[in-house]
C-alpha cells in the first residue's frame, strides 16, 4: 500500500541519519581526534539536510496516515522512528558542537616548538 511504501522510504531516511552518525563517530580515530573547523562544518551541514529530509518524508507518511483506514501499527512505528531519529540527530548536532568547542580552546601549534624538537 501506499502507506507501506511511505513508511519504508521513512525508515531509510532515519537509517541514514544513525549511519552518518556511525562514520562521524567511526571516523574519530585518535590521530584524527581533533576535526578541523572545515570539517565539522561540512558534518554540520549533512546532518542538517538529512533531518530536513527525515522531516519532509515524515509529513508525507503522516499525511498518508491521517487518511488510512488501517494505519494503528504504521503510526506507532513511525512515531517511535522518528523520535528515537531526533535523538540521534541531536546527539551528533551536540557531538560536533562540543568538538568545535574542545579544538577551538586548544592552544594553537606553536611551530618554534615543533622545530626545536630533536627526532
Do not use: M
Amino acid at each position: 500500500t501506499a502507506v507501506d511504501i511511505a513508511l519504508r522510504k521513512f525508515i531509510g531516511t532515519t537509517d541514514r541519519v544513525n549511519q552518518f552518525k556511525s562514520h562521524i563517530h567511526t571516523s574519530a580515530t585518535p590521530e584524527s581526534a581533533i576535526f578541523s573547523p572545515f570539517i565539522i562544518q561540512v558534518h554540520r551541514e549533512q546532518i542538517g539536510a538529512l533531518w530536513e529530509t527525515v522531516k519532509k518524508s515524515y509529513k508525507s507518511c503522516s499525511d498518508l496516515l491521517s487518511v488510512s483506514t488501517d494505519s494503528t501499527s504504521a503510526a506507532t512505528v513511525l512515531e517511535s522512528k522518528y523520535n528515537d531519529c531526533y535523538s540521534v540527530y541531536s546527539r551528533c548536532v551536540a557531538q560536533l558542537q562540543e568538538t568545535a568547542e574542545k579544538d577551538a580552546s586548544q592552544s594553537p601549534l606553536d611551530f618554534r616548538q615543533l622545530a626545536a624538537t630533536p627526532f
